[in-house]
T-cell receptor, first 111, second 110 residues
């Protein structure tokens, strides 16, 4: 039972490059989430998916797109990376209103 | 006004003392609240959850919820150096997603 897994763990991009962060969960949760965490800012919600086939914007969606591929997988895409997107990205899953379980995070640096 | 607010700290307490962490929220419709602990470079891990007014105890941890005053607190008894971390308060505030405070950094001095 792996819980929530994320790939990659680390990534360095140049401004303008694109990439996709992958997330998968094996807890049969309906809801999945993408957060970013910057120093002193806590966790800010980028996008979430309340159930398979649905996605909704969170607090900071600009510059990102998401795909809920199936019940297990939820990916986050940066189409044209900017230095302001340098952050740690966490994927999470849950059955609201219960607790969220987090993946190990992806450290992204955009130069 | 942020939906969930915490004092960023650092909160410094001596080993063996009680650490008191506080959180306020703005959405009166919020029903469930969570405390996560996050060590530097790691992902958040759940410490406590509370759904009802009053106190909930689990080992050295006690969560308190007061819906009338819109605050949540976490007490850590017999604080240990290993408790030194950032503590995140979170609640479901409208969206079906947790909204997090910015976290309080706790330092337990040996």
């Amino acid at each position: 039972n792996a819980g929530v897994t994320q790939t990659p763990k680390f990534q360095v991009l140049k401004t303008g490059q694109s990439m996709t962060l992958q997330c998968a969960q094996d807890m049969n949760h309906n809801s999945m989430y993408w957060y970013r965490q910057d120093p002193g800012m806590g966790l800010r919600l980028i996008y979430y998916s309340a159930s398979e086939g649905t996605t909704d914007k969170g607090e900071v969606p600009n510059g990102y797109n998401v795909s809920r591929l199936n019940k297990r997988e939820f990916s986050l895409r940066l189409e044209s990376a900017a230095p302001s997107q340098t952050s740690v990205y966490f994927c999470a899953s849950s059955e609201p209103p219960r607790e969220q379980y987090f993946g190990p995070g992806t450290r992204l640096t955009v130069t | 006004q942020k939906e969930v607010e915490q004092n960023s700290g650092p909160l410094s307490v001596p080993e063996g003392a009680i650490a008191s962490l506080n959180c306020t929220y703005s959405d009166r419709g919020s029903q469930s609240f969570f405390w996560y602990r996050q060590y530097s470079g790691k992902s958040p891990e759940l410490i406590m959850f509370i759904y009802s007014n009053g106190d909930k105890e689990d080992g050295r941890f006690t969560a308190q919820l007061n819906k009338a005053s819109q605050y949540v607190s976490l007490l850590i008894r017999d604080s240990q150096p290993s408790d030194s971390a950032t503590y995140l308060c979170a609640g479901y505030t409208g969206r079906r997603a947790l909204t997090f405070g910015s976290g309080t950094r706790l330092q337990v001095q040996p």
